[in-house]
């Protein structure tokens, strides 16, 4: 018989900010039906299913409804859209990750001290999508290539203050490599202020993974395709262990079957929108199969 070691992360499941927003969907929606919600409530496709099934809606843009409830997304929403969904009828529920919020409110309170904002994060990310309504000039750079090019290119960034964040899922030892080339580029008297944006749950689970990935054989991140968290703590794991595995249902298992019972210890781990639900799942699934 095959015997694997299963190990679970000690951070796993939901943080406290998804945890905060499914929570209150599924209030409202015990009360309201249907509930809008302004895009994915969260990146998990078992969530945004199971939430479906109880009457919750994406909204699909530009379509949007009239005289009815709409929950904004846990990684907000620009005030623009905001505005537009009052405008029409609609009452909001703000379903904003309070941790996401406070990086709003210091990010505009930057820009208000006319400083130049720069965030590192993924532009096309819903966080960061929302940051650019809050913050019009916000200069949203995706990784260490995008600053160079940017510092080379746009001669204002040399005269001016500088203030930098990052959106709240990248990884720290990104953000800190980010940061300090940034200081290297400053001109005399030129000031530079640096907010550590990113989330404490999403760090404690950076530094766990790298532990676990490195004394163990195999690694298995369950969580959203579309999750930023569940993507990085992926790659982290790979960097140390090649027997690292992204898993986003069942089926995916059955693929990395081999790799699994031909180690001795498997870890499972979780990003930070991933129910438990799901990680039992795929625990239940290698038992299973010994």
């Given at each position: 018989?095959?015997?694997?070691?299963?190990?679970?992360?000690?951070?796993?499941?939901?943080?406290?900010?998804?945890?905060?927003?499914?929570?209150?969907?599924?209030?409202?929606?015990?009360?309201?039906?249907?509930?809008?919600?302004?895009?994915?409530?969260?990146?998990?496709?078992?969530v945004m299913d199971d939430l479906s099934k109880k009457g919750l809606k994406a909204i699909d843009l530009p379509d949007l409804p009239e005289n009815s409830?709409?929950?904004?997304?846990?990684?907000?929403?620009?005030?623009?859209?905001?505005?537009?969904?009052?405008?029409?009828?609609?009452?909001?529920?703000?379903?904003?990750?309070?941790?996401?919020?406070?990086?709003?409110?210091?990010?505009?309170?930057?820009?208000?001290?006319?400083?130049?904002?720069?965030?590192?994060?993924?532009?096309?990310?819903?966080?960061?999508?929302?940051?650019?309504?809050?913050?019009?000039?916000?200069?949203?750079?995706?990784?260490?290539?995008?600053?160079?090019?940017?510092?080379?290119?746009?001669?204002?960034?040399?005269?001016?203050?500088?203030?930098?964040?990052?959106?709240?899922?990248?990884?720290?030892?990104?953000?800190?490599?980010?940061?300090?080339?940034?200081?290297?580029?400053?001109?005399?008297?030129?000031?530079?202020?640096?907010?550590?944006?990113?989330?404490?749950?999403?760090?404690?689970?950076?530094?766990?993974?790298?532990?676990?990935?490195?004394h163990n054989d195999c690694v298995i991140v369950v969580g959203g395709v579309k999750s930023s968290n569940t993507r990085k703590l992926y790659d982290i794991?790979?960097?140390?262990?090649?027997?690292?595995?992204?898993?986003?249902?069942?089926?995916?298992l059955e693929e990395i079957k081999r790799n699994i019972f031909q180690s001795e210890t498997c870890v499972i781990a979780s990003g930070t929108s991933t129910?438990?639900?799901?990680?039992?799942?795929?625990?239940?699934?290698?038992?299973?199969?010994?």
């Open positions: 018989m095959i015997q694997v070691i299963i190990k679970r992360a000690e951070h796993i499941g939901f943080c406290s900010g998804v945890d905060r927003a499914i929570a209150l969907s599924e209030d409202v929606l015990k009360k309201t039906q249907p509930l809008y919600v302004t895009g994915d409530l969260v990146h998990n496709a078992v409830t709409v929950m904004i997304q846990a990684h907000g929403a620009s005030p623009e859209l905001m505005q537009e969904l009052r405008i029409r009828g609609n009452e909001l529920v703000d379903g904003t990750c309070p941790i996401v919020k406070k990086s709003f409110d210091i990010c505009q309170k930057c820009s208000q001290s006319s400083y130049q904002l720069i965030v590192l994060g993924q532009s096309k990310h819903p966080e960061m999508m929302a940051l650019k309504g809050i913050v019009k000039d916000a200069l949203i750079l995706n990784d260490l290539d995008d600053l160079k090019r940017n510092i080379n290119e746009n001669h204002r960034l040399n005269q001016t203050n500088i203030a930098l964040c990052a959106q709240t899922t990248k990884p720290l030892k990104e953000f800190s490599e980010f940061s300090a080339y940034l200081t290297t580029q400053l001109k005399q008297f030129q000031h530079l202020i640096v907010y550590n944006t990113i989330c404490d749950a999403t760090i404690h689970r950076e530094v766990e993974i790298k532990s676990l990935a490195s794991a790979k960097a140390r262990n090649i027997n690292s595995h992204l898993v986003h249902s069942l089926s995916d129910p438990m639900t799901q990680v039992e799942a795929v625990e239940n699934y290698i038992t299973s199969e010994m």
